[in-house]
């Protein structure tokens, strides 16, 4: 029987699947955006409806040992198979998700936290292939990410590991969602990006190019930002140096704890990678510990859109 | 045939060996002033013999599998049994320490990293037996530490990592040793208290019990400042409080990043942990995820200085 797998990236604004083969080629993939308008049970009741669907368009799927993978937002219970605390989607606490997906497909099914799936794609077809201890970074809303040690996901305890993201970086510096303060996220994301902007106009007037987009200071998006910097404004570029400087004190710990081959950076806030990359690595190259910093390759993720599927299906694959 | 470990912990003040049985129990033990002063191959020489030596003493040697593990400073080369940049020892850079032993005792040798072996042997019969996810942080001149991952030390690639103490918590904070800035180590370490105590000093003057310990500010130790604590000098408390709040941040991104059943703190430094260990806790608790944070435990180590001996048989125990 020919292996098939299905990976899901089950996103806040889309939701994507996939097709893939045991090599990683995506053979057939949608896309639709996610609509909790009518509560997250219809959400999933459209996310398995649409999953039959891509099953029942598999040619050879009476010959096929079908398995799913799910990548999801927050940690996940992987032996019970339920989501703990997603964010925006607070009431599937505790939800059997493998239960509810299994009773709709006859395939066994298991669930990923998100940012490991992005992890787990690029290490199998991406930036971080080959590569046995590697981490991943995403630059998104939030900053997530992943660990990979000695070819095994970090997960701790209870599946709560590897939030790269909540590293404290500046003990007095702003409040994180979290609940710390600091931490990698309130500068490497969107949001960060988005505060020190607004923090940056504050003091100095607006002067550049981003007078128009802030008028409405809620609205102003960190793609905004990053086309103000393709534009040539200061202001924006040099707000992405210094987050390229926070996300370089990242990069130091997670080189210094993990001695990792590679870390591969992804999420939309990375499509500003000229403006903040090489800041980054300076840091890293001043303080990381000659040993691991001469080791560690910094690399941008070449999935993709296409990471969280990968990731979520080779996660179904290595499942025993 | 029965298994029978030495362990050994070669530290740049004292040099101890033990045999210990597999589960743990120290039947013998012996300890001596580690002498540099006629070159590092001499002072190999006589931990050669003292090991020679003890070997002798064991009555049923001879009817039984022997296994040797020596904990050394800094990195190793599990592999090929060697020595890297060991600190204060750079003539033993890359020295087959693996192969001069071997020649010289007739049973298999394992290397491990000092701070590891510590980590290990609270893991073993100490402080945090039974965890499968566990930290080991070390205070002493510096800040050590280890890691281990669902029952397997995290080394990452080259065996580099786990480094805890150079975690960045501050990043304007003092140089460190490691070429960083605001490291774990520049706080929570004896030098760190040393350091914080002068400048107190400085800022201050003179008022307390440390004003003879620092009149040559050269000399002065963290011993000193920890027995201050105890006579009630209320600039040595508050330095010790201070580092407490920054070994909490440490904590805190321990706790984020492995998801740890326990967290466990050795090392002279320790000595003090009435003085620190309600910060640490205090700042742990205020901003580590709630997931993590819930189910970490911080623990003082048990083995005292068998920690390392104990370590070090136990990695010898687990070798292929």
Not at 48 to 64: T, V
Not at 277 to 298: D, H, K, N, P, T
Request: proline share 4%; hydrophobic share 40%.
């Amino acid at each position: 029987m020919r292996l098939l797998l299905i990976g899901i990236d089950m996103g806040g604004t889309n939701t994507r699947m996939g097709v893939i083969t045991p090599y990683g080629k995506i053979l057939n993939r949608i896309q639709y955006r996610t609509d909790v308008s009518k509560g997250v049970l219809k959400m999933l009741e459209e996310l398995a409806s649409r999953l039959q669907d891509l099953i029942q368009q598999i040619p050879e799927k009476d010959h096929s040992e079908i398995r799913v993978g799910i990548g999801v937002p927050g940690p996940v219970d992987l032996n019970r198979g339920i989501l703990i605390e997603p964010p925006n989607l607070s009431e599937l606490h505790q939800f059997p998700l493998r239960d509810f997906l299994e009773r709709r497909i006859p395939f066994p099914l298991v669930l990923e936290n998100d940012a490991n799936a992005f992890t787990l794609g690029e290490g199998w077809v991406g930036a971080a292939r080959g590569a046995r201890h590697y981490c991943g970074v995403t630059l998104g809303t939030g900053v997530g990410g992943g660990v990979v040690v000695n070819g095994e996901m970090l997960r701790g305890v209870d599946g709560f590991g590897g939030e790269v993201g909540h590293m404290v970086l500046n003990p007095e510096g702003p409040i994180c969602g979290c609940g710390g303060r600091g931490c990698l996220e309130v500068f490497a994301s969107g949001t960060g990006v988005r505060r020190m902007v607004l923090e940056a106009i504050e003091r100095e007037g607006h002067k550049g190019l981003l007078k128009e987009e802030t008028k409405d200071s809620e609205k102003l998006t960190s793609e905004e930002v990053f086309r103000a910097a393709e534009r040539g404004d200061e202001l924006a570029q040099r707000v992405f140096q210094e987050m390229g400087r926070y996300l370089g004190l990242g990069l130091v710990n997670l080189t210094n704890l993990f001695n990792p081959e590679k870390i591969v950076i992804g999420g939309k806030v990375s499509g500003a990678w000229n403006y903040f990359i090489s800041q980054a690595r300076e840091v890293l190259y001043q303080r990381a510990m000659r040993g691991q910093r001469e080791r560690v390759e910094v690399v941008r993720a070449e999935c993709g859109d296409d990471a969280g599927i990968l990731g979520a299906a080779y996660a179904a694959m290595k499942q025993n």
